[in-house]
């Protein structure tokens, strides 16, 4: 059966959204270009959600969900969902190819890709030149915690921590400013972040039967 | 931010020539005066960026016409401070209700702003709000809204001058020019 019967997805209309992560209401960002990026929204008086939809977007052929995909924001007010991109070259190839998936699947979804030189060039508009650095690119990134299991999320974020270096980072961990007490604030966020989108995934995948 | 003295130098690329930039003005201008006729016109500049088209495309608009001027704050966040919201710096002189508003600008990328100046303005009751854009950049658009008058579609790179700056600089540049990564890299 066509994957597009079974999952068809109107934009702010189902997959549970989480009440308690509208905007201002302080969402755990597991990057610090999303928190940035929401603070732009906010300025500007766009309407957000961090993360609120997850999306099966492959299966095996028993029906089992393999893989998911949840877009970092949706402005429900442009019906637009956005994926910052501003990992590693190889972390944006799997974006890039997740979001083509979405697109096969749910192809009345609206997703705007914003890649590493989108996020530069909004903040070099914004005269915040100086802060690329700290927010794109791994220095950017939320440490993962040591006792999380070792299977990416729907973003595949753990692969790239899991480049620095684990729980005491890489080299290039001391220019982040992530170092020290703040840590331990992002990593128990993020975690749950994680759970509550491997939650949703596990219940849409129960609601999608088998597609071969 | 490093400025040469000689700002012409700090420009890699002369995307728009002084002499393109005008013809597409009188275009414009042309194609806003059949548009118009016999409405009651008001453009409205989006300061500071869109002051030189203003004054060229409203000198090439033949219709009797009302002009105003807005200007909105700029996001300038911090990753440690609240940045607050959009707030009208400069609001318009004279009402709209009734009128045909022609909002002037000098560049939409994102969108954003432009997206919250119509939700401002519809709210002052206008007979009609339309967009006229001297440079698109489309790769960037996050809010899709229809541009009436577009000048250039431009690609995805950093411009500066005829309006458009770069740490509030360039803006008096006579062409529009895409700059050197050195001088906002530094």
């Known amino acids: 059966m066509d994957p597009r019967e079974q999952t068809e997805h109107r934009p702010g209309a189902t997959a549970e959204p989480d009440a308690s992560r509208g905007a201002r209401s302080g969402p755990a960002f597991a990057h610090a270009s999303e928190a940035e990026f929401a603070r732009i929204l906010e300025f500007y008086q766009v309407a957000w959600e961090y993360e609120p939809h997850v999306f099966p977007i492959l299966w ?46 749910y192809p ?34 939320v440490m993962p915690h040591p006792d999380e299991d070792g299977s990416p999320d729907s973003e595949g974020r753990l692969e790239g921590l899991d480049r620095l270096g684990g729980p005491s980072g890489g080299a290039d961990r001391g220019k982040s400013g992530l170092d020290g007490e703040q840590q331990p604030h992002y990593e128990r966020r993020s975690r749950g972040a994680r759970r509550r989108a491997v939650r949703r995934a596990a219940a849409a995948a129960a609601h999608t039967p088998a597609t071969t | 931010m490093r400025v040469s003295e000689d700002l012409v130098s700090d420009v890699a690329e002369v995307l728009l020539s002084e002499e393109q930039i005008a013809a597409k003005v009188a275009e414009l201008g042309k194609r806003i005066s ?47 401070e609240s940045s ?100 906002y890299e530094s």
């Not at chain 1, 924001?73 to 190819?97: D, H, I, M, W, Y």
């Not at chain 1, 705007?112 to 909004?122: E, G, Q």
């Not at chain 1, 903040?123 to 915040?128: E, H, Q, T």
């Not at chain 2, 009208?88 to 990328?109: F, H, N, T």
């Open chain 1, 108 to 141: 009345d979804l609206r997703i705007k890709l914003f890649y590493a030189r989108d996020f530069r060039a909004l903040m070099l508009k914004y005269g915040r030149s100086a802060l690329v650095s700290e927010l794109s690119g791994t220095l950017g990134q």
């Open chain 2, 34 to 80: 059949d548009d118009y006729a016999g409405r009651e016109l008001t453009l409205v500049s989006v300061l500071k960026g869109s002051l030189p088209f203003m004054a060229d495309l409203m000198r090439r608009i033949t219709l009797p016409l009302r002009i105003d001027l807005m200007e909105v704050s700029s996001y300038g966040g911090t990753s440690t």
């Open chain 1, 60 to 105: 095996d052929l028993d029906g089992n969900l393999l893989e998911s995909f949840a877009p970092d924001f949706f402005l429900p007010e442009l019906e637009l969902f956005v994926e910052l991109t501003t990992l590693q070259q190889r972390l944006v190839r799997k974006k890039n190819r997740k979001v083509r998936r979405l697109r096969e699947l």
């Open chain 2, 84 to 183: 607050g919201l959009v707030r009208i710096l400069k609001d318009l002189s004279a009402p709209i209700d009734g009128r045909d508003v022609l909002l002037v600008e000098d560049i939409i990328d994102t969108g954003l702003t432009l997206n919250y100046l119509i939700r401002y303005l519809k709210g002052k009751n206008p007979n009609s709000i339309k967009v006229c854009s001297l440079l698109d950049k489309p790769a960037r658009r996050l809010v899709e809204i229809p541009l009436d008058y577009v000048g250039f579609e431009i690609p995805d790179a950093f411009v500066v001058g005829y309006g458009l700056d770069f740490g509030e600089v360039y803006r008096n540049l006579r062409f529009v020019g895409v700059l050197r990564p050195e001088a």
